[in-house]
């Protein structure tokens, strides 16, 4: 069964930085495009980042985020800096058996995800 395990979460304070890091139990990790997704109380789970054959990233995030991947320990991070308070959710990592696709941002197109871990930024 696969798993995918986010780690990295916490309360910090507006400007802080913080490095979630996604383990998953996938025999081919490097074959599958890792996305990173946040969702706030109330509202749709939002892309943030996606690794595959090309990088990408949401225009709110671009500049102060950064993913990257070790295929040898099968994790995906994603590097947080200048936190903000509207940077406050649950983030979750997702796979899809696809490095390359033009739909990345969409959550419909990934086929495993975590169980997602809090940040929460304080003004």
């Known amino acids: 069964q696969v798993q995918l395990v986010e780690s990295g979460g916490g309360l910090v304070q507006a400007g802080s930085s913080l490095r979630l890091s996604c383990a998953a139990s996938?025999?081919?990790?490097?074959?599958?495009?890792m996305g990173w997704f946040r969702q706030a109380p109330g509202k749709e789970r939002d892309f943030v980042a996606f690794s595959g054959g090309v990088t990408y990233y949401a225009d709110s995030v671009k500049g102060r985020f950064t993913i990257s991947r070790d295929n040898a320990k099968n994790t995906v991070y994603l590097q947080m800096n200048s936190l903000k308070p509207e940077d406050t959710a649950v983030y979750y990592c997702?796979?899809?058996?696809?490095?390359?696709?033009?739909?990345?941002?969409?959550?419909?197109?990934?086929?495993?995800w975590g169980q997602g871990t809090q940040v929460t930024v304080s003004s």
């Open positions: 996938l025999r081919t990790f490097s074959n599958y495009g």
């Open positions: 997702a796979a899809r058996m696809n490095l390359y696709s033009a739909s990345y941002y969409s959550p419909h197109m990934y086929n495993y």
